[in-house]
């Protein structure tokens, strides 16, 4: 771009306009700086020996989430929580997912085996245990048994409760006599095994006969 310039000069007494053209000098060029250039230095963040500069975000890992603040200093990060669902037990271990996705429902019993949704469980013959249709906890019925009526009880393979082979019994005095039957021990006293339950009725090995004072002889 050229410039005008208009010059007013005395010669001989008259004045006049004269108009030169003046070749403009060349500027120095500038250059432009790049964003980052530009950016005050203090404006920005430094995470885990990474800068970020103000307002940007970026995710370290999958499950952290942050932010640089408008004016730099400390990141902002947030981490996402991951549900822990006890009916899962397989998992789909995808390293760019935070929480795991579940591919499989089922039970873990106590005996530490994964079992699937209605499995029933018998690993002892008083407990049944079940897998519940969503999976989870399993479920386990004990069985009860009656009191045992001798002192000689014995347990069968696969049975829960003790039966007693040679029927109800008792001791008295180291020795084992049949419920129902009365036994004199001496010349006054009557002693009987009681086949049910009874005021002063034991059970088990330690069942004893019971002993009343009777007519002398």
Same mark, same amino acid.
């Given at each position: 771009m050229y410039m005008l310039i208009v010059t007013i000069v005395c010669m001989a007494g008259l004045w006049k306009e004269v108009s030169v053209v003046a070749k403009p000098q060349p500027q120095p060029q500038q250059k432009i700086k790049a964003a980052s250039e530009i950016t005050d230095p203090e404006h920005v963040c430094l995470y885990e020996n990474k800068t970020y500069h103000a307002g940007e975000k970026f995710r370290p890992d999958s499950c952290t989430f942050c932010h640089c603040p408008r004016h730099g200093g400390e990141a902002r990060c947030a981490v996402q929580d991951c549900f822990f669902n006890p009916s899962c037990i397989k998992f789909d271990n995808d390293p760019n997912e935070c929480c795991q996705r579940c591919l499989e429902y089922g039970c873990q019993h106590h005996d530490g085996k994964f079992y699937p949704p209605g499995a029933v469980i018998s690993n002892s013959p008083c407990e049944?245990?079940? =897998?519940?249709?969503? @999976?989870?906890?399993?479920?386990?019925? *004990?069985? +009860?048994?009656?009191? #045992? !009526? =001798? #002192?000689?009880?014995?347990? /069968?393979? @696969?049975?829960?409760?003790?039966? =007693?082979p040679n029927g109800p019994n008792c001791w008295l005095d180291g020795e084992i006599i049949e419920? +129902?039957? *009365?036994?004199? *021990?001496?010349?006054? /006293? !009557?002693?009987?095994?009681?086949? &049910? /339950? +009874?005021?002063?009725?034991?059970? @088990? *090995?330690?069942?004893?006969?019971?002993? &009343?004072?009777? /007519?002398?002889d």
């Open positions: 049944t245990c079940r =897998c519940p249709r969503n @999976g989870g906890r399993t479920q386990c019925i *004990k069985q +009860g048994c009656p009191p #045992v !009526l =001798c #002192v000689d009880a014995i347990h /069968k393979d @696969g049975e829960c409760c003790p039966i =007693c419920a +129902g039957i *009365k036994v004199p *021990k001496d010349t006054c /006293k !009557l002693c009987e095994c009681p086949a &049910s /339950k +009874g005021p002063h009725w034991t059970h @088990g *090995k330690h069942r004893r006969a019971i002993c &009343s004072m009777d /007519k002398c």
